[in-house]
């Protein structure tokens, strides 16, 4: 008897921490996560109707408590922090896309996996990426060797991409810099 007593109880002791543990997209106590946890948006952002002289996403406080206090995705989709539009000078480039335009799979449909560097230059895949300057507050956070992103287009700057990091919910613009 002291031995099925004593299976019962290292049984539950292994069992219990399973049913514990978060579940994809849930938080503990069963609310659904709004933010990251491994969701990517179906789709990139709409291009911005801001004005011309929209405030930086850069000192904006979240959106809403407990989210980060960077530009990110709510798990409906809505884009957060995307909203300075064509004339954020932040942005400019002179030449777009100098070093070609990104051709290893845009959208939901390709997720990448950080393989290292940092902000200055990142790789996945044999594709080479730099985040834009303005933004590198941003990732603060980000495992440049591990996370999960998805690469978007970005509808208002030209020569840049949005790398979405989907275990954050956080993004970023980046310049593509070519392949290795």
Known sequence: MRLLIGL???SM?????VFAQERGGEKHGGGKQEVGGG???KRGPAPAKAAPHAAPAAGRPADKSGHPEAPHVHTNGKWVGHDTGKND???HLDHPWEHGRFTGGIGIGHRWHLAGGGPGRFWFGGFFFSVAPFDVAF?????WDSDEIVIYDDPDHDGWYLAYNARLGTYAHVMYLGTS
């Open 139 to 143: 990732c603060n956070g980000w495992l």
């Open 39 to 41: 969701y990517a948006p």
């Open 13 to 17: 002791t292994l069992v219990l921490p």
């Open 8 to 10: 019962c109880a290292v």
């Open 89 to 91: 000078a932040n942005y």
